[in-house]
Nanobody, 121 residues
Framework: VQLQASGGGLVQAGGSLRLSCAASGRTFSGYAMGWFRQAPGKEREFVAAINWSSSTYYADSMKGRFTISRDNAKNTVYLQMNSLKPEDTAVYYC????????????????WGQGTQVTVSS
């Protein structure tokens, strides 16, 4: 599976962005998808994940602000980010796993290249 993330950019605090991750190469609907992020000097952290059945999971700090969704017809997973804060600044990565969605990055088999999100105060 090849993953291509896009949609990052510079936004003011309180603003919104929608990230996209386009998948190719295998049957997308059979994979759970996750979003992770990594800020400078910090470890990669879980953001959100969605199963093939569209059940979703979120990190506590993102609940109510971020929404993960998927369009299997378009082989794409999305991350809608609202009420962005400066601490959300990071490189955001999408990932795919052939098993159930996980909060653990080590469970994922495939990774996209990352897209930079910068939130100014």
């Amino acid at each position: 599976v090849q993953l291509q993330a896009s949609g990052g950019g510079l936004v003011q605090a309180g603003g919104s962005l929608r990230l996209s991750c386009a998948a190719s190469g295998r049957t997308f609907s059979g994979y759970a998808m996750g979003w992770f992020r990594q800020a400078p000097g910090k470890e990669r952290e879980f953001v959100a994940a969605i199963n093939w059945s569209s059940s979703t999971y979120y990190a506590d700090s993102m609940k109510g602000r971020f929404t993960i969704s998927r369009d299997n017809a378009k082989n794409t997973v999305y991350l809608q980010m609202n009420s962005l804060k400066p601490e959300d600044t990071a490189v955001y990565y999408c990932a795919a796993v052939s098993g159930p969605a996980s909060r653990m990055s080590g469970r994922y088999d495939y990774w996209g290249q990352g897209t930079q999100v910068t939130v100014s105060s």
